[in-house]
């Protein structure tokens, strides 16, 4: 009998990062089994389908060596050292000659790969460019930016607890399949059942979240706006909103009403689908509940008036008064800040160079990508680093990013596997996986996991902290002799708790200020050569364990970490070092949680002019300008729905899919009829950008006219398989310029398309 051992870490699917015990088989170094780490804080032993099937992350076809292109387009192996020079060469000679301006990075970190972030940030100061085009700006930059009017900074964030809130309502989120919500599932389920408590879900499509709600309103897709406006309505116009509270914690309310006081809530209603008396019993019931949680995501965020969204669902927790108490959404705060803030237009805020798109928490949106290479634009892009990303599946308009990327003087794609991305690439660098080097969770709010390395990295493989370093020096930044701190590294282990350690490190960073924005490398190389089991990369959190006890020492105590000064720093850098299942960073008292507001007086900014007279007065001109579109596309594609086998691109053998490796096209019985369509017969969809080729499955899940395809299909894996049997890439579909005017964050749940039956037997992929 083979022995084997349970190693503890954390599923890398979703931002809830579920802790999970991964039982490996001693010999063969093989994933045996996966289950939910009970001793994991937020997660507490739940994991869903997803992460028991995570051993085929772990093995999965990988890149095993750096490849350069040649001429003929074909890859060839090179070394690493050939690889890190040539790549580092050819950057100073872009940055040098254009400027880093002319240099760009895309992604950082997927679901679960963060510990490489530091170190990017210290590669792109050494470009020279403030350039990093997110995932996270082609859905949550719409909400950064109102955080900002609204609080004070970008960067200030809340949590949704729709668990203790006595009314929940959830806009555009499937928590039931895509998460989002820690245990969503038991959550919901418990929520559902208890007689005292409300669930409202507001989607098109009959998901299943809405059918464990009290009320399901099923919007038209993309009528959101109309939706909120005429709640609000309802609250003003009746008088239900809460006094106190705005009396006491916001400014602007007198300006904000008479908007809503003049919205004519029975048109609205309409235009949004909603029979008006639901509406109006669902507002006066939440208007009434003791605590309202509200939780959105990609359903408002990912349509028509998506900056205006975020503002209106903010609204209508802020005026009936939910706000900063428990069972409301809170503000929290994040032990490593996933965003920062950016000056806004007009405050000297930056944007790029060709299409003018502002950066908003300090990202910038990938819809404006390929616009901002493929253009004769003298400040143009023309050198693209992309990490932990897959673009060209992920990102609007596929087509126009494969034309983009062909213009580029230099693209490098680090990566685990042969994505779509890395094709188009002049080099490819194979990145160690998630569970060979040490990573991090960090996306729930006051909280943090380090994560351990199970296997050894695969060989020929480097880890992003060792890539980004090694660049960094090639470029001929950071030529610093680093022995001096070294030693008081060493020494500082040998007699603890002196801070000989902190001294030095104080006094380097003092005499050679150019060695702050390489801090992460340096701690790296230096406390990190110091710490036990090869935890090198992981020396920078306690730079970050400094920085968070001097900020936030109280609430940091509230969660049960005792200590004072520079101490508190350290303990929780060891206690991170020592909680394989993650710890609880902070905890912040409900009477504390309005210091965390950044306004001067720490009151709520409730009136943004800019939303309410150029966007909510000229609603009516948004439907104007999606009507031809509409008549000559007639259906609303929903275009990345989260199912039960979809994973963004993370997993790209379809065979970890237990249903639905086909990726089905969901259509209403009464279009299947009207196009004599059957159960599993192929469908053409054309956009106004291009055209896929996808397989039906008839449900009344969804409305007539509205038709929902899965997000993450159509990966290249494997060979000679046909749309048949990969599904289909949704962003063949989508435009990079239909997208929200403010944010640029993409429409994806309402592309417009024709759908015509396809009639051959089969159709391969080239
Ligand atoms: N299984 C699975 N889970 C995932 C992921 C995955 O790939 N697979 N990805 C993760 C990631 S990166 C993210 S960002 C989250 C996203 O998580 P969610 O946003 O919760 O998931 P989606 O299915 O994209 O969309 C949510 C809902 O929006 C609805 N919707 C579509 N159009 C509209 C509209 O106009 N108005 C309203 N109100 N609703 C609309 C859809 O019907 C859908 O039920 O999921 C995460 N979890
Ligand atoms: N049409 C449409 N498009 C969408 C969406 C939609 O709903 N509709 N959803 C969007 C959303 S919300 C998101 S978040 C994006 C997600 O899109 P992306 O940001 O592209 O994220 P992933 O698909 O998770 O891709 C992660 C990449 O990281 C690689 N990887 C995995 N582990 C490692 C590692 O350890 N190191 C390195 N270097 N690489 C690694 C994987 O192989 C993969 O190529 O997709 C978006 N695209
Ligand atoms: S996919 Fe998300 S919810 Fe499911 S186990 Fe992984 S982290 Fe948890
Ligand atoms: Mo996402």
Redesign the pocket.
Known sequence: MSTTTVHKSACIL??INCGIDIEVDDATQKIVKITGDKDHPTSQGYICQ?ATRLNYYQDQERLTTPLRKREDGTFEAISWDTAIQEIADKLVQIRDTHGGTSIAYAGGGG?GNHMAQMYAAAFRKTCGTPYIYSSIAQ?KTGNFWVHGKLFGRQNVAYGEPIDEAEFGVI?????M????MARARKVIGEIGRDKNRTLVV????A?ETAKKADYWLQ?K??R?AWLMSAMLGIIVQEGLEDGAFIEAHTNGFEAVMPYFMDIPVQEYTAIAGVPYELVLEVTRKMAAAKTVAIRS????EM?LNSTLNSYLKRLLFLITGNFNKKGTNHLVTWFIPLIGHSRDLGEGGMTTKVTKAREIAKVYPPNVLSLEIDTDHPERLRALVVDSCNPVLNWADTQAQIKAYKKLDLMVVVDVAMTETAREAHYVLPASNQFEKYESAFFTENFYHLRKPIFSPLEGTLSEPEIYSRLIKAMGALEVDLSELQEAAQKDKENPGQGIFQGAFMQASMQHPELRQFSAVVLRETLGKTLPDGADSAAFLWFAAQLYASKYPEAIRNAGIEGKGAELGNIIFDKILNSPSGIKVSKHDYSKVWDLMKTPDKKVNLYIPELLEDWLLKLPEVLENQAALEREYPFNL?A????TY???AVIRNLEWAKTDKEGFLKVHPTDAAQYQIEEGDAVQLTSPTGAIKILVTITDEVQPGVI?MP??HGLNYGKNRSYKEVGAMPNVLTTATYCDPLAKTPYH??VRVKLEKVLEEAVELT
Do not use: F, M, W, Y
Request: charged share 25%.
């Open positions: 979703c931002s997803k679901q859905e806009i555009g989120a499937n928590p399949q895509a998460h989002g507001i989607d098109p499509r998901t919007v897709p993309g959101d995501d990609l359903g408002i349509s929903i990345g729905e989260r199912r979809n994973a963004n929902s997000h993450g749940k309402n």
